[in-house]
């Protein structure tokens, strides 16, 4: 008796932790995430009469319609913030975005940008005319420190 109940104990433990297994296609019944690319390009001396080229790719292909694409534009001194607005397609994976601006400092760009899921939002920074000073010193403050010590996280 005392045998019959260790068989069937041990069956049933077997059962159990089998049922408990992971599958083996367990990984693709989640979301797989496409990731997402912007290269964003600025004109050399940024005037506003060019525009601002935005290209996407997702999964290493050109983004040619996707869900939203908009910039946002805003100077390092707080004096101006111009919000989201669309981006125009431009066709083959390429948007484009226009805007005048007549003073000079460190302005930055923001990219936002969605698709099949994906979400990005990189901002990168840009100079309309002279630098002051505090510009310059704004654009140091945010270079990556040339040691290669990363130990140190703020």
Do not use: R
Not at 9 to 33: M, N, R, V
Not at 39 to 55: A, R, T
């Amino acid at each position: 008796m005392k045998t019959t109940v260790k068989t069937i104990s041990i069956l049933f433990l077997c059962t159990l932790l089998g049922a408990c297994a992971p599958k083996e296609d367990a990984a693709e019944l989640y979301h797989q995430e496409s990731p997402l690319q912007a290269d964003i390009s600025l004109p050399k001396n940024f005037s506003g009469n060019e525009p601002i080229k935005v290209e996407l790719t997702q999964n290493e292909k050109k983004v040619a319609d996707a869900d939203f694409v908009h910039v946002e534009i805003w100077k390092n001194d707080g004096t101006f913030h111009d919000g989201m607005e669309e981006a125009e397609n431009a066709g083959d994976g390429e948007y484009t975005y226009k805007k005048k601006l007549t003073e000079d400092g460190l302005y930055y760009i923001k990219v936002h940008a969605g698709n099949n899921g994906s979400t990005i939002m990189p901002t990168l920074p840009f100079a309309v005319g002279e630098l002051s000073k505090a510009d310059v010193e704004a654009l140091n403050d945010q270079a990556p420190a040339e040691s290669g010590d990363h130990s140190q996280h703020h």
